[in-house]
Protein backbone atom coordinates (compact mmCIF):
# COMPACT_ATOMS: atom_id res chain seq x y z
CA UNK A 1 0.00 0.00 0.00
CA UNK A 2 1.38 3.29 -0.95
CA UNK A 3 0.18 6.63 1.21
CA UNK A 4 0.63 10.44 1.29
CA UNK A 5 0.78 12.48 4.15
CA UNK A 6 1.86 15.85 5.58
CA UNK A 7 3.54 16.78 8.34
CA UNK A 8 3.73 20.32 9.20
CA UNK A 9 2.10 21.53 5.92
CA UNK A 10 -0.71 21.22 3.76
CA UNK A 11 -0.57 17.72 1.57
CA UNK A 12 0.54 18.19 -1.99
CA UNK A 13 -2.38 18.34 -4.73
CA UNK A 14 -1.57 15.03 -6.28
CA UNK A 15 -3.76 12.64 -8.24
CA UNK A 16 -3.37 9.73 -6.13
CA UNK A 17 -4.84 6.78 -8.02
CA UNK A 18 -2.19 8.20 -11.07
CA UNK A 19 0.60 8.72 -8.75
CA UNK A 20 -0.16 5.17 -7.03
CA UNK A 21 -0.70 3.27 -10.41
CA UNK A 22 2.43 5.24 -11.80
CA UNK A 23 5.04 3.96 -8.76
CA UNK A 24 3.49 0.04 -9.06
CA UNK A 25 4.81 0.64 -12.79
CA UNK A 26 7.82 1.76 -11.88
CA UNK A 27 9.03 -0.83 -9.16
CA UNK A 28 7.64 -3.34 -11.67
CA UNK A 29 9.76 -2.34 -14.27
CA UNK A 30 12.33 -3.22 -11.96
CA UNK A 31 10.88 -6.54 -10.58
CA UNK A 32 9.74 -5.00 -7.28
CA UNK A 33 6.62 -5.42 -6.12
CA UNK A 34 5.11 -2.47 -3.79
CA UNK A 35 4.67 -3.42 -0.10
CA UNK A 36 4.40 -0.48 2.29
CA UNK A 37 5.59 3.14 1.12
CA UNK A 38 4.66 5.99 3.37
CA UNK A 39 5.14 9.57 1.61
CA UNK A 40 5.54 12.07 4.25
CA UNK A 41 5.61 15.46 2.79
CA UNK A 42 7.18 18.21 4.96
CA UNK A 43 8.80 21.82 5.37
CA UNK A 44 12.25 22.16 4.91
CA UNK A 45 12.88 22.64 9.02
CA UNK A 46 11.23 19.63 9.57
CA UNK A 47 13.31 17.37 6.89
CA UNK A 48 16.11 19.42 8.14
CA UNK A 49 15.15 18.14 11.26
CA UNK A 50 14.94 14.42 10.12
CA UNK A 51 18.45 15.02 8.36
CA UNK A 52 20.24 15.53 12.11
CA UNK A 53 18.22 13.34 13.85
CA UNK A 54 18.87 10.03 11.93
CA UNK A 55 22.01 10.97 9.61
CA UNK A 56 23.91 12.84 11.31
CA UNK A 57 23.81 15.38 8.54
CA UNK A 58 23.12 19.12 9.10
CA UNK A 59 21.70 20.42 5.90
CA UNK A 60 18.31 21.20 3.61
CA UNK A 61 17.89 18.57 1.17
CA UNK A 62 14.80 17.42 -1.06
CA UNK A 63 14.06 14.11 0.21
CA UNK A 64 15.39 11.55 2.15
CA UNK A 65 14.34 8.27 1.78
CA UNK A 66 14.39 4.99 4.57
CA UNK A 67 14.55 1.72 2.98
CA UNK A 68 12.95 -1.14 4.86
CA UNK A 69 12.72 -3.42 1.31
CA UNK A 70 12.86 -7.40 1.94
CA UNK A 71 13.82 -9.15 -1.28
CA UNK A 72 11.84 -8.03 -4.15
CA UNK A 73 9.56 -6.25 -1.86
CA UNK A 74 9.39 -2.47 -1.58
CA UNK A 75 8.91 -1.12 1.73
CA UNK A 76 9.80 2.46 3.38
CA UNK A 77 9.04 5.97 4.39
CA UNK A 78 10.16 8.74 1.74
CA UNK A 79 10.27 12.20 3.48
CA UNK A 80 10.28 14.94 1.16
CA UNK A 81 10.33 18.89 1.46
CA UNK A 82 7.97 20.82 -0.46
CA UNK A 83 9.83 24.12 0.25
CA UNK A 84 13.23 22.80 -1.14
CA UNK A 85 11.25 20.90 -3.66
CA UNK A 86 9.60 24.56 -5.24
CA UNK A 87 13.05 26.33 -5.03
CA UNK A 88 14.30 23.78 -6.55
CA UNK A 89 11.69 23.76 -9.48
CA UNK A 90 12.42 27.54 -10.09
CA UNK A 91 16.41 26.93 -10.11
CA UNK A 92 15.71 24.04 -12.67
CA UNK A 93 13.16 26.02 -14.87
CA UNK A 94 10.50 23.45 -14.50
CA UNK A 95 6.93 23.10 -13.11
CA UNK A 96 6.20 22.78 -9.85
CA UNK A 97 4.69 19.14 -10.18
CA UNK A 98 7.42 17.69 -12.45
CA UNK A 99 9.77 18.73 -9.98
CA UNK A 100 7.50 17.07 -7.21
CA UNK A 101 7.06 14.08 -9.21
CA UNK A 102 10.88 13.74 -10.25
CA UNK A 103 11.60 13.58 -6.10
CA UNK A 104 8.71 11.09 -5.99
CA UNK A 105 10.06 8.54 -8.59
CA UNK A 106 13.47 9.01 -7.17
CA UNK A 107 12.93 8.00 -3.58
CA UNK A 108 11.02 4.90 -5.39
CA UNK A 109 14.39 4.56 -7.67
CA UNK A 110 16.37 4.13 -4.40
CA UNK A 111 14.47 1.20 -2.85
CA UNK A 112 14.95 -0.68 -5.92
CA UNK A 113 18.05 -0.25 -5.60
CA UNK A 114 19.36 2.58 -7.60
CA UNK A 115 21.68 4.57 -6.21
CA UNK A 116 23.19 8.28 -7.17
CA UNK A 117 26.93 8.54 -5.17
CA UNK A 118 29.08 8.48 -7.71
CA UNK A 119 29.21 10.76 -11.13
CA UNK A 120 27.92 8.49 -13.04
CA UNK A 121 25.15 6.79 -10.64
CA UNK A 122 24.33 10.58 -10.52
CA UNK A 123 23.80 10.40 -14.00
CA UNK A 124 22.45 7.39 -14.57
CA UNK A 125 19.93 8.00 -11.95
CA UNK A 126 18.75 11.24 -13.75
CA UNK A 127 17.99 9.08 -17.05
CA UNK A 128 15.93 6.44 -14.71
CA UNK A 129 14.11 9.76 -13.17
CA UNK A 130 13.52 11.03 -16.91
CA UNK A 131 12.25 7.24 -18.04
CA UNK A 132 9.68 7.26 -15.29
CA UNK A 133 8.83 10.99 -15.79
CA UNK A 134 8.35 9.77 -19.70
CA UNK A 135 5.97 6.39 -18.24
CA UNK A 136 4.21 8.84 -15.94
CA UNK A 137 2.62 11.21 -19.14
CA UNK A 138 1.60 7.69 -21.03
CA UNK A 139 -0.70 6.76 -17.79
CA UNK A 140 -3.74 8.08 -17.56
Same mark, same amino acid.
Given at each position: ??????????????????????????????????G???? *????? !?? #?? %?V? +????????????????D???????????????T?K??? *????? !?? #?? %??? +?????G?????????????????????????????????
Amino acid at each position: MITYQAEDIKLPAIERRRYTAWIKAVAAHYGKKIGDIAY *VFCSD !ER #LL %EVN +RQFLGHDYFTDIITFDDCEGDILNGDIMISVDTVKRNA *VEYGV !EY #LE %ELR +RVIIHGVLHLTGQNDKTPTDFVLMKQKEDQALAMFKTMQ
